[in-house]
C-alpha cells in the first residue's frame, strides 16, 4: 500500500482501493478519484470536497446524514464501532475536538469529532483526526496495533509537537507522519525538533512529506 499526503489531513491510502481521509487542501484540487472517502468531523477543512466529489462515504452519523441528503451513498457509524467496506475495515476512534456543518455560513450540530483506525492490505493506519492528546490513545495500541499514525502537530486547534510527542509513544506506531501544520499562519510548526526528539528518545521513525508526497507502506 501508498500512502500520499496531499497537505493539511488530506491523505490517500493507495492499496487495493482507493481510500481518501479528509479531502481538503488549502490550494488547488485533490486530483484523484477514491473508492472511498473517509471523514473525521465537520470542519470545512476536514469535510472539503467530500460532496462534489461524490464518492461512498464513511463518517460519523450526524455527517453521514448530511452528505446522504445530496444523494452520495454513506457508511455512518460511531466512536467504538468496526465497519468493513469493499474490504477496508474501519473503526472509529475518539478525538478531543469540536465539531460542527458549515453550510452558507450557518452552522449546526456535526456529531463528535472522530479517528479512525483503516486497515488495508495488512497494513493499520490510525488518523487521529484533530485531536488533542489523551491517554487512552494506549487502549487504540493496545486494541488495533496500528503500524502508522498519523497526528496533527500544529497546535492552537489540536496538539502541538509536545503533546505529539507523548501521543507517538502511547499508540506505539513505528512510523509516525505529522499533519495538520503549515496550512494557516496560525499552526505554522518546525516539524524537525519533533522528528528528532521522538527519534533520539524512541525506536519510532517520523517522516516528514511534502505535499504531494508518497510513500510506501507495504510491509
Ligand atoms: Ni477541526
Ligand atoms: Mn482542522
Redesign the pocket.
Known amino acids: 500500500m501508498k500512502l500520499i499526503w496531499f497537505g493539511h489531513s488530506c491523505f490517500l491510502l493507495d492499496g487495493s482501493k482507493k481510500i481518501l481521509i479528509d479531502p481538503f487542501v488549502p490550494e488547488g484540487t485533490i486530483d484523484v478519484e477514491p473508492d472511498i472517502v473517509a471523514v ?4 470545512a ?2 469535510l472539503g470536497a467530500t460532496v462534489s466529489l461524490g464518492k461512498k462515504t464513511v463518517a460519523v452519523n450526524e455527517i453521514a446524514k448530511y452528505v446522504s441528503q445530496t444523494g452520495i451513498p454513506t457508511e455512518p457509524m460511531n466512536i467504538g464501532g468496526t465497519i468493513t467496506v469493499d474490504g477496508v475495515v474501519f473503526t472509529m476512534t475518539p478525538a478531543l ?3 460542527w456543518l458549515e453550510v452558507e455560513g450557518a452552522g449546526f450540530y456535526g456529531g463528535v ?1 472522530a479517528g479512525f483506525v483503516i486497515a488495508m492490505d495488512g497494513v493499520k493506519v490510525y488518523h487521529a ?2 485531536t488533542a492528546l489523551f491517554s487512552d490513545m494506549q487502549l487504540i495500541r493496545d486494541l488495533y496495533r496500528p503500524d502508522v499514525a498519523l497526528l496533527p502537530v500544529g497546535g492552537r ?2 496538539m502541538g509537537p509536545d503533546e505529539a510527542m507523548i501521543a507517538a509513544q502511547y499508540i506505539g506506531a513505528k512510523l509516525v507522519i505529522p499533519m495538520h501544520y503549515g496550512t494557516f499562519p496560525t499552526i505554522v510548526q518546525d516539524v524537525q525538533p519533533f522528528k528528532h526528539a521522538v527519534e533520539r528518545t524512541t525506536p519510532i521513525r517520523v517522516e516528514i512529506l511534502a505535499p504531494g508526497e508518497s510513500i510506501d507502506l507495504s510491509l
Open positions: 473525521t468531523h465537520g470542519h477543512d476536514h475536538h469540536s465539531s469529532a483526526g484533530d486547534y489540536t
